[in-house]
């Protein structure tokens, strides 16, 4: 079934990402971009609220905010960027092994219609930051990502198609919905 | 001497020497620290350099990295960062527990180490609130900061503190903490761009004690190899304690060995030249006299004898390895040992005098290290030529061989009777020597003391690149800042702090680290703890700044609380900061002196000195740069003027003795003319073979003058007795060979020292011998 998935580099994907923080009263939303550029190498781009670039490349990160200096740092310190990195790049290019070596994985669903896969990071560090993902899909198209933080934080990313379907003030129930409803 | 007696006097001696021995050994406290062996500083400078020599921050710190090991460098062999990460972690947590260090730094900022009761501390220590206000569109503009931040991938490092630190003062003053010119983190830890884990470790031992220094790293060494995973990494250090541990082992090494060589080459020697084993090894008795009393002497007058005074002594005592030979060479085959002495005895005296006379010049040099150097030689040879005038004749066995009837040597002694003397001789030698000190390239002396005993240039690029890497500071310059309190130092800092950034600004220097960026004044802390708001004020403004805001309401309670206790706290002082994880660093450059309060600021990477010179104009002496090399050659110069003084006074002495037990100027000036040219010879040819002159030449040549001042001696006198004449040709030609065995050994040295030593009295020895002979007087002139 994942090798259905694959897709050639480069591949984009639009996303809006609604971030279900402790810390905050409601949801943060952002949208923009996710690009695999091939090899190792994704980008995480935003358009709204903020312009912001995330680029992985080499084990390393560079972000970039508009007005700003570029910002350097470790792969290794930010794990959720390392969750997806090994899910979607292994995803795009339907590769199975390389997600089977990053991830525990449950599969539920069916092939041709509505599937979804629960993914348990292998690595010890990781998984003390990202406790598990899932991934909502129809068919040959991920539709929706939830990572689930250790600490009870949550977000849900809706791909492609569904990214333009985020609505104003989501909650979780309502973005669940979504994923579950058939295109 | 019946042999009953001489059984009894020889037990005598041994046990008298195993009690010496026993009591020197329960005694002595050897000192490696070099500064013991310095001439009291006379500038400021100069007292500065003696204590950052020894106990300097620069010279405390040790560069470590942890690679991979040989052969799997190439990336994917070995272990991985991560590993590499870990063990770099594991050494540091071993370290920090370990009291013979005072910090150990590899990159990892750890908030988990701050005390708690520390963090509002936060408020006082960083520069935000002396242009920035907490006000509402501050932390309006912070606050939704933030919530950009939670948003970008690097939420998880902040989640944690944006509760109590909304405006991130503490990643501030780690910013602000870190080396300016900090290598790249990689797994949390500093990283080289040859991947290698680099740390930083700073010793409590003082760097140029390399008895400490060998166990500061043995320390580390062994807390790495109990690591977990470390077999397949690579441990390497470096750094000014480490260097001096390399550096006295590769001697010591290389001394060995050169002394192992040449000791069965003198044994040979003497083995060949008097046929007998029991007059070789009673002629060692009064060498090991000498050297067990001399330093008793020395252990009765100091508390503590110095390393090198012995290494010194023990070369220096060379010459009263002569007495016992003269004496063996003198026998002959029906004359009773005690006899032979007798008629030696008043020569042998003069030449004991003479250099107990030259040696006692160096205790009026004052300097402490040359004091314990005369007390030391003095001691041993007049014990080395009273036990060879009174205690060993009476051992010596009754029948020798003639050396008189050694048909080589009569034939040696009418060659050399035979050897054209012309009067010109001394002027040719004397012109000679002018020409080549005239042509000799500059400079004369050598000031610089790392030069005798250089580092292999692997240890040295190893250390450029790791000093590169982790942007630690120079261990050359040091910026002093002197004021008469340590808040006064702090005040002087603050005010220089913006003329440092443009130098920064300007690449004149890569940093330039000072104290007051680890410590504000108490007047700064206290200006930013009036820019603090009440609770009422603050808890009005963060409702305001919080419009609009999807934080939870509760959320920055602990921020306001921290604010609260900031308010009421008492300034950090030095000593309370002592406290602090960062304590270590400040009080490294914070001294107190005679009163005043001296800071010293940290260089790195200096590009520009007249630049940084600069900074001390218009501060009337209260900031300037101190060049450590400088000030360390200066005090080379100051030393080496000492002894020049003290061989002047010497030489003087020298006359007056030789012209008195000779009671005749022109027998002194047969022997005093020939030593005197072949030592300003040595010094001449060495010059012209572009040697620079440092102390260990000047100490070497008064060793080979004392040599020469034998050959010169024992040449003059006329005897009348061929036979006599023979037997002085052969002890001199005993005593250069063995002179030229062991020394011309050490000129093949790899180590500048051993090899100026070597060099020097090898030259020496051939030079006296030869203008000996030549310049002494006929057989038939009288």
């Known amino acids: 079934m994942i090798a259905a998935l694959g897709q050639p580099a480069p591949a984009h994907t639009a996303f809006a990402e609604a971030r279900f923080l402790q810390v905050l009263e409601r949801p943060l939303v952002v949208s923009g971009e996710l690009s695999w550029l091939g090899g190792d190498q994704l980008q995480r781009r935003v358009d709204h609220p903020q312009q912001e670039t995330a680029t992985i490349a080499h084990g390393e990160v560079t972000q970039q905010r508009a007005g700003k200096s570029p910002h350097h740092f470790s792969l290794r310190r930010a794990p959720q960027l390392q969750v997806l990195l090994d899910s979607f790049v292994a995803l795009l290019s339907g590769d199975a092994g390389r997600l089977q070596q990053a991830f525990q994985i449950r599969q539920s669903g069916d092939a041709a219609g509505a599937w979804t896969l629960t993914l348990v990071p292998r690595d010890a560090k990781v998984v003390e930051t990202v406790a598990s993902i899932t991934i909502d899909g129809y068919a040959r198209e991920s539709r929706c990502m939830h990572m689930q933080e250790a600490d009870g934080d949550l977000a849900i990313d809706l791909l492609g198609a569904l990214a333009a379907k985020m609505p104003a003030q989501p909650t979780r129930e309502a973005l669940q919905a979504l994923c579950q409803s058939t295109p | ?782």
């Open chain 2, 1 to 782: 001497m019946r042999r009953g007696a001489r059984a009894t006097l020889l037990i005598a001696w041994l046990l008298a020497l195993g009690g010496l021995g026993w009591t020197v050994s329960q005694r002595l406290k050897i000192s490696t620290d070099l500064r013991s062996f310095m001439p009291a500083p006379t500038t400021p400078d100069q007292r500065l350099l003696m204590e950052q020599v020894g106990e300097g921050p620069g010279s405390r710190l040790l560069l470590l990295s942890i690679g991979r090991g040989t052969g799997s460098s190439v990336a994917g062999v070995g272990p991985s960062d991560e590993q590499l990460a870990a063990l770099s972690q594991g050494l540091v947590a071993a370290l920090k527990k370990d009291p013979r260090y005072s910090q150990a730094l590899n990159g990892s900022f750890d908030l988990g180490a701050l005390d708690a009761g520390l963090l509002p501390y936060r408020y006082l220590l960083s520069p935000t609130l002396d242009t920035q206000p907490l006000d509402e569109a501050y932390l309006a503009d912070q606050l939704q900061q933030r919530l950009d931040d939670l948003s970008s991938p690097a939420a998880s490092l902040l989640k944690g503190l944006l509760p109590r630190d909304p405006t991130l003062e503490m990643l501030k003053l780690a910013e602000l903490w870190t080396p300016a010119k900090s290598p790249e983190l990689r797994e949390g830890v500093w990283f080289s761009p040859q991947n290698e884990a680099l740390l930083l470790v700073q010793t409590v031992a003082a760097g140029f004690d390399p008895g400490a220094q060998q166990q500061a790293i043995d320390g580390i060494q062994r807390a790495f190899h109990a690591l977990p995973g470390s077999a397949g990494a690579k441990l390497e250090l470096s750094g000014p304690g480490y260097f001096s541990v390399v550096v006295g082992a590769q001697t010591r090494h290389q001394a060995d060995w050169i002394g192992r060589i040449s000791t069965v080459g003198f044994v040979a020697l003497l083995l060949l030249a008097y046929r007998s084993f029991s007059s070789l090894l009673l002629s060692a008795l009064p060498i090991a006299s000498a050297a067990l009393a001399g330093i008793a002497a020395l252990t009765v007058a100091f508390s503590e004898v110095h390393g090198i005074t012995l290494a010194f002594g023990f070369t220096l005592l060379g010459v009263a390895q002569e007495y016992p030979i003269r004496v063996l060479s003198h026998r002959r085959a029906d004359e009773d040992a005690v006899q032979s002495v007798r008629a030696l005895w008043p020569l042998l005296l003069t030449a004991i005098a003479s250099a107990c006379i030259a040696y006692l010049a160096f205790y009026a040099s004052g300097v402490n290290g040359l004091k314990q150097l005369a007390v030391f030689t003095i001691v041993g040879l007049l014990v080395a030529g009273f036990s060879t005038r009174y205690l060993l004749p009476h051992l010596l066995p009754r029948r020798v061989r003639d050396v008189a009837d050694m048909r080589w040597l009569a034939k040696a002694r009418v060659f050399v009777d035979r050897l054209p003397r012309p009067r010109w001789i001394p002027l040719l030698v004397a012109a000679a020597i002018v020409l080549m000190l005239a042509a000799a390239p500059r400079p004369f002396w050598q000031n610089n003391l790392a030069a005798l005993t250089p580092l292999p240039q692997d240890l040295l690029q190893h250390d450029a690149r790791l000093r590169e890497a982790l942007g630690a500071p120079d261990v050359r310059y040091l910026l002093v800042l002197q004021a008469p309190t340590e808040e006064g130092v702090l005040a002087l800092s603050e005010k220089l702090q913006p003329l440092v950034d443009t130098l920064v600004a300007k690449h004149a220097v890569d940093a330039l680290e000072l104290p007051s960026r680890y410590l504000p004044t108490v007047a700064r802390q206290r200006a930013r703890q009036q820019q603090l708001p009440d609770p009422a004020t603050l808890q009005k403004t963060l409702n305001e700044a919080l419009q609009g805001l999807p934080f939870r309401p509760d959320l920055f309670q602990p921020f306001l609380d921290d604010v609260r206790a900031a308010r009421a706290l008492p300034p950090l002082t030095p000593e309370r900061y002592a406290q602090t994880p960062l304590g270590q660093r400040l009080a490294a450059m914070l001294v107190q002196r005679d009163g005043h309060w001296l800071g010293l600021g940290t260089v790195s990477g200096v590009h520009d000195v007249a630049a940084l010179q600069a900074l001390g104009e218009h501060s009337n002496g209260t900031v300037r740069l101190l060049d450590l090399k400088a000030a360390s050659e200066s005090l080379v110069v100051d030393y080496r003027t000492r002894i020049l003084q003290a061989l002047l006074i010497a030489a003087v002495l020298l006359v007056l003795t030789i012209t008195f037990a000779l009671r005749s100027l022109r027998r002194a000036w047969h022997v005093l003319a020939p030593m005197t040219l072949a030592t300003f010879l040595v010094l001449a040819v060495e010059r012209v073979a572009g040697v620079e002159i440092s102390l260990f030449h000047l100490v070497a040549l008064i060793l080979a003058g004392g040599l020469g001042l034998h050959y010169a001696l024992f040449f003059e006198r006329d005897t009348g007795d061929p036979a006599e004449q023979r037997r002085t040709l052969h002890a001199t030609i005993v005593c250069v060979l063995s002179a030229l065995l062991v020394f011309g050994m050490l000129a093949w040295a790899t180590i500048p020292v051993l090899r100026a030593i070597g060099l020097t009295v090898s030259l020496g020895v051939a030079f006296h011998f030869c203008l000996s002979i030549l310049m002494a007087p006929h057989a038939s002139e009288d």
